[in-house]
């Protein structure tokens, strides 16, 4: 049975992954922090399963820059799979807080790296890398080759983790890979991101709970995927039978105010009605439009992205809607 070990299994992505991962039958073990509270809600229905927890699934304290508790893990688990998604992942509040970005997205990587290199048989790595790297890019779409001209702490943290794996993996001969990923989403998004900030509104606004919502610049676009899809991408690269670097993307553009369509129209109503722009929520560096081509990832591992944009607002809208409804959050 193949041990996978996830940092960021709380997360959006490590949640779906350790689903996944266990649907396959792995043993999976988690790197979790402490935390005041122990409402870790996206894993609350594998905890609840006594069949899993603490059989099939199991987790371990840690922080990311506490290197000890880190290496200890490694020691106690062997993983033969290290996915590496945990950090800090709202390219906004990276400028609010650029050193814990660049520590935890960044120097943490490369901790872990340095530790891999120490093992006798280090377990296959995946470092969750981001469309961030490119910033300012000077192609569109980007490859895996596109330069890298990040413009964010976020771009800058996740530019140096994505360098160092390839400075890694040629000079260590450590089996290490970067999953380049553009924006995904699910019902599982943080609350802080735009995509569910929206679809969240437009549920509460049909609820009669809130009134309006104040949006940024309506025009930003960006590359969304289905976050499974993505998920499905991780497990796919990790699995090839070569350490490399993927694209994982949708390779299509959407709007703001696409998606403010589709969320407020899968509730029956017009978000002009509802929504009022606010030069305050503009980003200080919004990056040039980042757009993937995935063409390696179809091509190598057979992965593509199988939901449409409109069915993932509308199921994250309606999936709002009813926790809202019971009360639930
Ligand atoms: P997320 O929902 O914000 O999850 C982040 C995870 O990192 C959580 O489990 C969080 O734990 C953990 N974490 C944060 N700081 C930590 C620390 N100091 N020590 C230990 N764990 C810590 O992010 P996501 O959307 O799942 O994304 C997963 C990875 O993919 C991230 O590295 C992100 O930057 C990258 N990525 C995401 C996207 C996207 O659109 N989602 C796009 C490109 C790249 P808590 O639950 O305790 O906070």
Redesign the pocket.
């Given at each position: 049975m193949t041990i996978s070990l996830i940092?960021?299994?709380?997360?959006?992505?490590?949640s779906y992954l350790a689903e996944a991962l266990l649907e396959r039958g792995h043993i999976v073990h988690g790197?979790?922090?402490r935390?005041s509270s122990l409402d870790r809600s996206r894993l609350a229905h594998l905890y609840a399963n006594l069949d899993i927890y603490d059989k099939q699934l199991f987790l371990h304290y840690?922080?990311?820059?506490d290197t000890t508790a880190i290496r200890r893990i490694l020691a106690k688990v062997v993983p033969a799979q290290l996915f590496h998604?945990?950090?800090?992942?709202h390219v906004g509040v990276s400028f609010e807080i650029p050193e814990v970005t660049c520590d935890?997205?960044g120097m943490a990587t490369l901790r872990i790296l340095e530790m891999l290199r120490e093992m006798p048989h280090p377990p296959r790595f995946l470092h969750?890398?981001?469309?961030e790297i490119f910033g300012d890019a000077s192609e569109r779409p980007q490859t895996e080759t596109t330069p890298l001209n990040p413009t964010t702490p976020y771009g800058c943290s996740?530019a140096f983790a994505t360098q160092l794996v390839r400075t890694y993996r040629r000079h260590h001969n450590l089996f290490a890979c970067n999953s380049i990923?553009?924006?995904?989403e699910s019902p599982k998004r943080?609350e802080n991101f735009v995509t569910r900030k929206i679809c969240r509104a437009a549920a509460s606004i049909k609820l009669g709970l809130q009134k309006r919502l104040c949006l940024g610049n309506l025009d930003a676009r960006r590359d969304w995927s289905d976050?499974r899809d993505i998920v499905r991408g991780y497990m796919a690269v990790i699995d090839h039978h070569t350490a490399d670097d993927f694209i994982l993307s949708s390779g299509q553009m959407h709007s703001i105010r696409e998606l403010a369509t589709i969320a407020f129209c899968s509730m029956g109503l017009k978000w002009e009605d509802y929504v009022d722009v606010d030069e305050k929520f503009f980003r200080p560096s919004d990056p040039a439009e980042l757009c993937g081509n995935c063409e390696k990832a179809r091509h190598v591992l057979g992965w593509k992205s199988t939901r449409s944009f409109s069915e993932l607002i509308e199921e994250m809208t309606c999936a709002e809607y009813d926790w809202l409804r019971m009360g639930q959050r």
């Open positions: 940092t960021g299994i709380t997360g959006q992505d490590g790197v979790v922090r935390t840690a922080d990311l820059n998604l945990a950090g800090q992942s935890l997205n969750a890398s981001s469309s996740k990923s553009y924006n995904h943080g976050a």
